[in-house]
């Protein structure tokens, strides 16, 4: 037998970014500054960014792709690590969690993230799954002093198995049916053999559907996320926001739109309900929410409604416009969260939304940052989150669902009054106290780089649009 070596080109981003978790992990044992080690994080993830460049192309028999699908989302797991890291420098150092091990589970779970979103294999997609995950897992019980964050890792842990076994079923039975658990492979063999309409295979959809749907918080697979999204540190929480969301669509979009893509109407059917219900779940329980953090995680739950009208859509117009509004969602989503870590200190959690009162007064240009990331969340213009919101409707009543946009759209505007209650809470309500907040060079960093992403893509959305758009071609 003859043994080739693989060609490493395409997962030489992965390659680097467990090389810098490793040495990132062994380094804590000799640094006693961890502010050393999140800055060589970022170091590291913007070198692993420049090495995207030329590195596509499949590897190890097909089960590893690098394409600009993967790229693209690649990118948005990079804006989300770098982003949490910064607003974690300082806020770790208050929860007395300072441990170098933080970055390095950082590290690793956004390497299986990048796994997921390169998996041309079934087998690939759960690895990149289980590592994402149980960093994950050890990361929002990170605050080990905290009863809460031991029952929001204890949750998350149990739920997330539960979910894992959906997949492994789905899997199995997929492998069974076809005998391969290569995506293009299955898509080729339900094709050949006419497998439509198949009661074994609309079975392993479902199951996938269940799976990815516990990943992206999708009702009625949500319950775990505002107890998780609570208990979590803060900057654990906006990590988690966003970036195994973000990877949970990767997957969810690749193995629908290739693996399944004959049986489109079945899993179409599928989704409509869950993407109604998600929407509806998230923005209606939002509404009596006095946790901003618990709030947030309704919030989120509701945005992954919108975003599933991307996979609905079942074209590539439609899934550039959900890889659009996650890149949006991640700059927006992590800023509200920075300014929550601000509010963190010595004996005040500052999660309560009375905790905001009067902020306007005591801390006018934190309230002002917290005013535009409320604005984007909702979707008034002239911000990311309407840019967004815009292009994923637009793409939904392109596809013949101006129905369900019209549900979407009601729904959105629901979620002004809990978004926009913060806004008043800071505005038009005098402090009850004066509020330290708790300021650092890199959480003002992050807070700078999303309002002014926010910002900019919402006057000057083309680029990020576009970028989208070349990333689907071929796909």
Same mark, same amino acid.
């Given at each position: 037998?003859n043994?080739?070596?693989p060609d490493?080109g395409?997962?030489i981003p992965e390659?680097?970014?467990?090389a810098i978790?490793?040495?990132?992990l062994?380094?804590?044992l000799?640094i006693k500054?961890k502010?050393?080690?999140? /800055?060589?994080?970022?170091?590291?993830?913007?070198?692993v960014a420049?090495?995207?460049?030329g590195?596509? =192309? $499949?590897?190890f028999g097909g !089960?590893?792709i %690098?394409?600009g699908?993967?790229?693209?989302?690649k990118?948005?797991?990079? &804006?989300?690590v770098?982003l949490s890291v910064?607003?974690s420098?300082?806020?770790?150092?208050?929860e007395? *969690?300072?441990?170098? @091990?933080y970055?390095?589970l950082?590290?690793? #779970?956004t390497?299986?993230?990048m796994?997921?979103?390169?998996?041309a294999?079934?087998? *690939?997609?759960?690895?990149?799954l @289980?590592l994402?995950?149980?960093?994950?897992?050890?990361?929002?019980?990170f605050?080990r002093?905290?009863?809460?964050?031991n029952?929001?890792?204890?949750?998350?842990?149990?739920?997330?198995?539960f979910?894992?076994?959906?997949?492994?079923y789905?899997?199995?039975?997929?492998?069974?049916? +076809?005998?391969t658990?290569?995506i293009?492979a299955i898509?080729?063999y339900?094709s050949?053999?006419?497998?439509?309409?198949n009661?074994?295979l /609309?079975? %392993?959809v479902i199951l996938?559907t269940?799976?990815?749907?516990?990943?992206?918080?999708?009702?009625?697979f949500? !319950?775990?996320?505002?107890?998780v999204y609570?208990?979590?540190?803060?900057?654990?929480?906006?990590?988690m926001?966003v =970036?195994?969301?973000a990877?949970?669509?990767?997957v969810l979009g690749?193995?629908?739109?290739v693996?399944? *893509?004959? $049986?489109?109407?079945?899993?179409v059917?599928i989704?409509?309900?869950?993407?109604?219900?998600?929407?509806?779940v998230g923005?209606i &329980?939002a509404l %009596?929410?006095?946790n901003i953090?618990?709030?947030?995680?309704?919030?989120?739950?509701a945005?992954a409604?919108?975003?599933?009208?991307g996979?609905i859509?079942?074209n590539n117009?439609g899934l550039?416009s !959900?890889m659009?509004?996650?890149?949006i969602?991640?700059?927006?989503?992590?800023?509200?969260f920075a300014?929550?870590?601000?509010?963190? #200190?010595?004996?005040f959690?500052?999660?309560?939304?009375?905790?905001y009162?009067g902020?306007?007064?005591?801390?006018?240009?934190?309230?002002? /940052?917290?005013?535009?990331?409320?604005?984007s969340l909702?979707?008034?213009?002239?911000t990311?989150?309407?840019?967004g919101k815009?292009y994923i409707? !637009?793409?939904?009543?392109n596809?013949g669902?101006?129905?369900?946009?019209v549900i979407?759209?009601i729904? #959105?505007a629901i979620?002004a009054?809990f978004?926009?209650?913060?806004?008043?809470y800071?505005?038009?309500? @005098?402090?009850?106290e004066? &509020? +330290?907040?708790?300021?650092?060079?890199s959480?003002g960093?992050?807070l700078?780089?999303?309002a002014?992403a &926010?910002? $900019?893509?919402g006057?000057?959305?083309?680029?990020?649009?576009?970028l989208a758009?070349?990333a689907?071609?071929?796909?």
């Open positions: 037998m043994f080739q070596f490493i395409p997962v390659l680097i970014m467990t978790a490793l040495i990132v062994l380094a804590d000799l500054k502010e050393v080690l999140a /800055l060589f994080s970022i170091a590291g993830i913007a070198a420049y090495t995207l460049i590195s596509s =192309g $499949v590897t !089960m590893f %690098s394409d699908y993967s790229t693209f989302f990118l948005i797991f990079f &804006v989300n770098i910064l607003i420098i300082k806020y770790i150092v208050i007395k *969690v300072n441990f170098g @091990e970055y390095a950082i590290l690793f #779970s390497t299986g993230m796994i997921m979103a390169s998996a294999d079934l087998i *690939v997609l759960y690895l990149g @289980e994402m995950a149980l960093s994950t897992y050890v990361l929002a019980g605050i002093h905290d009863i809460k964050s029952e929001a890792a204890l949750k998350y842990f149990l739920l997330g198995a979910s894992t076994a959906f997949l492994l789905g899997i199995s039975m997929i492998y069974g049916l +076809t005998g658990t290569n293009k898509a080729l339900i050949e053999k006419g497998l439509t309409g009661l074994s /609309l079975l %392993s996938f269940v799976a990815f749907g516990f990943k992206i918080a999708a009702a009625p949500h !319950m775990w996320a505002p107890d609570e208990g979590a540190p803060t900057s654990i929480t906006a990590f926001s =970036g195994p969301k990877a949970g669509f990767a690749r193995v629908f739109m693996a399944f *893509v004959s $049986v489109k109407v079945d899993w059917a989704l409509i309900p869950i993407s109604i219900l998600t929407m509806g923005n &329980v %009596s929410q006095t953090k618990r709030m947030l995680a309704y919030s989120s739950i945005h409604g919108y975003a599933l009208l996979i859509c079942a117009e550039a !959900m659009n509004y996650l890149m969602y991640a700059f927006m989503n992590i800023g509200a300014v929550i870590t601000m509010l963190r #200190s010595e004996g959690r500052g999660e309560d939304i009375t905790d009162e902020l306007a007064k005591t801390h006018p240009l934190s309230a002002a /940052l917290m005013l535009i990331f409320m604005f909702t979707g008034i213009p002239p990311a989150g309407f840019i815009l409707f !637009m793409s939904a009543i596809a669902y101006t129905w369900l946009v979407a759209v729904f #959105s979620s009054y978004y926009l209650r913060i806004v008043m800071m505005y038009m309500k @005098e402090p009850k004066v &509020v +330290t907040l708790t300021k650092s060079p959480t960093i992050a700078g780089v999303a002014v &926010v910002l $900019v893509i006057i000057f959305p083309s680029f990020l649009v576009d758009r070349a689907i071609k071929g796909f």
